[in-house]
Every structure is written in structure tokens, then in C-alpha cells.
């Protein structure tokens, strides 16, 4: 999940000397986009954020992307069959509010350049300042260039814009429900044309657009559980048909849908979660390499990752298999960083480091590495989680988004976060891990 942070203060003492700089929790602006009963609720620690660096990642590089980072997306927007990316700046500070701005940032893959992030980038500002809180790279029109599609919360409505070699024009939009928040790609009805399903926070929806030669119509409104944040798609019920999962957050579960080949859902179980975890963020992916598709959670309260392991006896998941991390984890991704055909994890932390003379509200990386063997219920052993620091900040910075990719192409896994509070793309290029994205 994606959460927007905005933070006036700059904040580079070291972290022994932050009793004589108290920070005060009414100097911090804080833009919660998930909007659940709990989300005021903020984890608190004495323990301060890691300052490890140039253990498993190098140490982090951080340019320019906004006023205020979070979805980071790739694609190939100029056709030069290198992956570039773009950076999505949803609000930005004014003082002690904010204010509506959509700005992307695009980073293109130059291949003139030689360093650990070989990227030329420019800022994409829309005509109209607007509140995009996703975006998400499609080819929707099916000439093999990369697209785009945003969520404009505040308009309820998803944008579309149309790549031509790099250079993005406004190809309409598609109203959906009340603030949606995040989208996903699929194919809805089996015609090869790239379909979206939209997470509506304010209404409890899932707006479904069905995709006809490039151009979208609403097929479908699902009513879903309290504060959905996210969806992903997957066979879950493996017959062939692209189902979903939808992360209802203040409900502490996953809902499954599936679909019936046509673009129809039913509701067929749900996922708990352990009571109070608040999850965040959800994603897919084989986390055992057994061939069938997984799930995950972050649960931010309940400072655990969780992971529901994918049947063929199509009970669908499993009991969730629950993995003790650090404080405040929102956002996750997986790859396979040491090769033992088992998934690993990234992890965004952000929780309050407080003490009796100050809260400051930060974060950090952390990185679960699995074992080569499973257990007898056929899940993966995970080693204790590593933690490392996210920036050269002291007092450290929360992520908003992670991307992993090998970004200079040295066949090592680097890491891409998206940092509110500094107003930068950080990049932890990969040092021990040679690695692979997916099951090998």
C-alpha cells in the first residue's frame, strides 16, 4: 500500500543528539490516504531506526523525484527496450496543509550513462493540478507502447494517458466509485485486452472496466469489506480464470473473488488475519515454488508479515504462516535474492521513535531471507529479518514504496524507494545477491 507523508522538517543530527532537537508531533503533517478507523493509530518505539549501510545493499543513493514521492512503476515509455521508470507525486506541502499535484517524475534508461542509476529524468506536470494516489503502466490500446493509467481520488475517476515514444497525451477517463486509491491489471473476459480493477477506499468498492481495443467501460461494482486498500489478481481457484484478492483492511482480511470467465465475481471465502494486525499492503507471488499463486500481507500493527500459501485441493489458501519482523511494516516486495528457488522479502517500515522529550515519525528497510528448506507443512523458513537504513538521513526516512530491479544491470537485485520526507528516489544497488525476480 502507498501512503503519502509530508514532513516540513529537515532533520540531519545524529540520533544520539535528537533529545536536545525535540520534534513535536503537531510540526509533522501527515497525509494518511488509506483512511481506516485505525490508521490514526501509529506504532511507537524507543528503538531507533537502523543506520546499517553497505552490509547487503550498497550504500543508498538518493535524486530528485517531487515534492512527494510514493508509487514508483517501470516500463519501456520510450520503445528502447530498456526499463526506464516514473514516480508519482500525489499532494504536496503547503505550510501546515496540502495541495493537489499529480506530478510523475520519468526516469529514462540512458545508455550514455555508466553509474549505479544511469537515468536522465524530467517532471510530467498535468495541465490541472489533480490528486493521483496510484498509477499503474499498461498497454492498453495494443500497440506495443507502454501506457499509463492513474486513480484521481479526489475526482473519483481514472485517467488514462497515451504513450508515443516517451512523450504522454490524455486519452480520457472512466468515472469509477468514491476515492479510488489503487488499480490492477487483468484480463477480466479472456479477449486479450488489458482490463483494470479499481480499489474504491471511500465506498467499499471494487470498480471493474472492462477494456474493448482501448477503450474502457465499467462491466461491474463490487461491494467489499471495510477500508479495502488493495487488490491483486491471480487463478486462485486454478481453473484458468484471472480471480482477485482484496486486502480489507479494517476488517483484518483478505476477501477472494472469483471469476467465472466472464467478467463475473462471486465472493467465495475470506482470509483473516490475526485480530488488530491492521495489514497494509498485500501482494502475490509463489513464495514456496510449488506452482501455485500466494499472498502476503504487511501488518502494521501487528508487526508481522503473513503469508497464505496457495492449494491445489482448492481450499485456496492456507492459515496464514505469520513471521515476527520490526515495527510498522506498510510496504512489501519478494524476489529470490539468494537463489535457493524460495521467495524473499522487502519490507518498508515507519513507526514514531519516541522518547519523554520528543516523537518523531521515521523508518527504515529491512530484508527476510528464506532458508533452502521448507517445513512439514510445506512452507518456507525464514532466517530473523535484517534491518538497514533506507537513506543518509540521520534519524532515517520512511519508504512509501519499494521496487526491486537490477537497475544498473550487473546481474544484482538493487533496491528503488520512494522517500517523502527527503523528496527523492533512493536507490540501494544490490552487493551480496545475485538473484532472480521470480521462482527459477
Known sequence: MILQILNPLKRRKRISSWISFPVLQS???????SGCKSESIEETTSETPSETMGTVFENPLEYSAGE?????????????????????????QSGTS????????????????????????????????????????????????????????????????????GSFTDNGTVSVGDVPIHLESLDIDKDNDTDLSVVNRGGNSISLLRNDNGSFTSLDNLSVGD???KNVSGDWDNDSDIDLAILASADNQIEIWTNNGSGSF???????????????DLISGDW???????????????????????????AFFSSPQTISIGKGPTSIAAADFNNDSRMDFVIAHRFYFSTSSLSLLTGDIGILLSQSTLDSSNQVV???????????????????????????????LDLLLSLPFNKKLGILSGKNYSGTLDCS
Open 27 to 33: 510540526m509533522m503533517v501527515i497525509i494518511i490516504l
Open 68 to 92: 512527494n514521492p510514493t508509487t514508483i512503476e517501470s516500463g519501456d515509455w520510450n520503445n528502447d527496450n530498456r526499463t526506464d521508470l516514473m514516480v508519482l507525486n500525489p499532494r504536496k
Open 98 to 165: 496540502s495541495l493537489v499535484d499529480g506530478t510523475l517524475y520519468q526516469f529514462l534508461d540512458n545508455s550514455s550513462l555508466s553509474t549505479k542509476f544511469p537515468f536522465s529524468s524530467t517532471s510530467l506536470t498535468p495541465a490541472t493540478t489533480v490528486w493521483r494516489q496510484h498509477l499503474i503502466a499498461i498497454d492498453f490500446n495494443g500497440d506495443n507502447l507502454t501506457d499509463l493509467a492513474t486513480a484521481e481520488a479526489n475526482l473519483d475517476q481514472v485517467k488514462f494517458l497515451l504513450n508515443s515514444s
Open 227 to 229: 477500508t479495502p486498500l
Open 266 to 280: 462471486t465472493k467465495e471465502s475470506t482470509q483473516p488475519s490475526t485480530t488488530g494486525s491492521s495489514p497494509r
Open 288 to 314: 514456496n515454488c510449488d506452482g501455485y499463486l500466494d499472498l502476503a500481507t504487511a501488518d502494521f500493527l501487528g508487526n508481522s508479515l503473513s503469508l497464505y500459501y496457495g492449494q491445489s485441493s482448492g
Open 382 to 412: 525464514y532466517d530473523a529479518e535484517t534491518r538497514f537504513a533506507s537513506t543518509l538521513e540521520a534519524g532515517g526516512s520512511p519508504p512509501a514504496d519499494v521496487l526491486i530491479r537490477d537497475v544498473d544491470n550487473d546481474s544484482k
